[in-house]
Nanobody, 124 residues
Framework: QVQLVESGGGLVQVGGSLRLSCAASGRTFSQYAMGWFRQAPGKEREFVSVISWSGGRTYYVDSVKGRFTISRDNAKNTVYLQMNSLKPEDTAVYYC?????????????????WGQGTQVTVSS
């Protein structure tokens, strides 16, 4: 069992930065690949990025590539999403999720555990 708690969201101006954190409980955190998803109002939840259990592999969707960086610290049971050059279209609730199988497909049903989400709002 893994419990996930996101933090770090907030209101930021266009071009600004935020770093999201996702703290995991449980001693098996390092066995899981971790993903970030987001859901804007009126839209379906979409995949943003994933990192393998070791941190050696990462993947980003095109819309955030070059602006977002995913990382993890297994000693702290935490995964991060550094978001730079934020745009209004990045406004969404951001969720972290855990899966035993690293995949770049980003399908929701591939993930076993989800956090409650943290709101990111980018104002223009």
């Amino acid at each position: 069992q893994v419990q996930l708690v996101e933090s770090g969201g907030g209101l930021v101006q266009v071009g600004g930065s935020l770093r999201l954190s996702c703290a995991a409980s449980g001693r098996t955190f390092s066995q899981y690949a971790m993903g970030w998803f987001r859901q804007a109002p009126g839209k379906e939840r979409e995949f943003v990025s994933v990192i393998s259990w070791s941190g050696g592999r990462t993947y980003y969707v095109d819309s955030v590539k070059g602006r977002f960086t995913i990382s993890r610290d297994n000693a702290k049971n935490t995964v991060y999403l550094q978001m730079n050059s934020l745009k209004p279209e990045d406004t969404a609730v951001y969720y972290c999720a855990a899966t035993l199988y690293y995949s770049t497909r980003g399908r929701n049903d591939e993930y076993d555990y989800w956090g409650q989400g943290t709101q990111v709002t980018v104002s223009s």
